[in-house]
């Protein structure tokens, strides 16, 4: 029997053009595919109106490579004969190319089939003939394609027409994504705006926002961050409705701001230090916090019990490494807990995650226990690293060594990636770096998050480090916040604010995220 079709994430979604008007002479299609991939594409469609099936061919194998050592599909436009011969993971078919029965008779159960749909009767047509996904546009007028075949402006509003009557059809859980002068600036409006209540999109493809881009990986991470930001609602919205127990095992500074966080959001905090509880507290459904804010040898021995009783119930994990590098101690710690069991999510200052690298990628050798380079004082974060450098440093860390995890480098901008995709969150307020245990109950939203919202923790990790990020936002331009103080029941209202306002899907709150 053939392979199922592989689960595809269509958040951004790559569609190529080779004309010099497109891809500037002296560049290479396989360049910027390649760097697209780096910034976050998450599939890509190779579309060429002009070569021969030959060239396609061998410019389809080239890709191949680069998109298989990704984990990404790539899709051929129009020509089956083609994906059939490279044996890519399948078509994307306009409504003047092959029927989707035919394409399937060609090309078996196992290969995806894509179609474009320009009206709510030809996107229902095409789900009941069998399409994988539907490649809904023109949304916006774009040079890109010729302006015949264009005649059809949608507008975000069209297609939320068209998802709406996917929805009514009874295909709401056919992916779709949004095609047609689409790029960083205008995504967000097209995922707000084009979203039926019942079908959300899955994803936005582009052609010229990537290839035509100076920066092809920046413009797919930019993307990518506006489809991510777009899903922060359906989060929010999980953790109020689940109210997932936050158990923390933390220090004694943060456990009162950090419950009262989890509480602001919607989740059921337990502030429980003893490793005998967790195996019960595993099974009510959470998630488990280790912050190594105050470490003793009977504290590490309670956290590793502890992540032991929570990986065998399946339960995940977030590991705050609260000044990792600050001491041997601490960083004997983090080598113990990295050893001792997974994490789903490591969440720490570009200092502290600079430790968490070196321990993952240490050979266990004497030399290894120097502290590392970036000089570390107390438990803040001195590392200035670049934004490419913390991407890097999130990427390698949540690739591990056979431990993946999403790994969330803290700053002005964080940076959360889980190996595969990387976003960058910019929202956040200076308040948060003047007040007591902001990190660690970042933390905390971060479990309830992941325990909430189970089918992609990435996501879970940047709704939460979104919804954080502007909670401080509103509390910091109250005008009754004059200062730290005042900010701290500011900031818990605010979280509590956002909760509500997702509850009542008066979503406003997102024109503050960055
Ligand atoms: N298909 P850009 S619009 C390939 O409406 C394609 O089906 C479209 O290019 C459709 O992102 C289009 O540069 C071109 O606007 C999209
Ligand atoms: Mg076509």
Known sequence: ADPPPMTVDYSVYLVTDSRPAILAPGRRLAHVVDAALRGGATAVQLRDKLGSDADVAAQARELLGLTRARGVPLLIND???????????????????????????????????????????????????????????????????RKTDTATILGPAGVGAILAALAAAGHASVPTVAIGGIDAANAPAVLAHASAPRKPLDGLAVVSAIVAAADPAAAAARLLSAVLRARVPLVVERVARATPVSHNMTNLVVQNLAANVALAVGASPIMANYALEAPDLAGLGGALVINMGTVTPEGLDNFVKALAAYNDAGRPVVLDPVGAGATAVRRDAVKKLLSAGTFAVIKGNASEMLTVHSVITADDQEHQRQPPREAQRGVDSTATLTITQRAALARSIARGRGRPCVAVVTGVSDIISDGRRTARVDNGHELLGAITGSGCSLGTVLSAAVAAYEEDPFVAAVAATVMFGVAAEMAAARSDVRGPGTFVPAFIDELHAVRRATAERDWRWLALAK
């Open 79 to 145: 020509r089956v004969g083609v994906a059939l011969e490279v044996g890519c993971e399948g078509v994307h078919l306009g409504q003047d190319d092959m029927d989707v029965a035919q394409a399937r008779r060609m090309l078996g159960p196992g290969k995806i089939i894509g179609v474009s749909a320009r009206s709510p009767a030809e996107a229902v047509a095409a789900c009941d003939a069998g399409a994988d996904y539907l490649g809904i546009g023109t949304v916006f007028s774009t040079t890109t394609r």
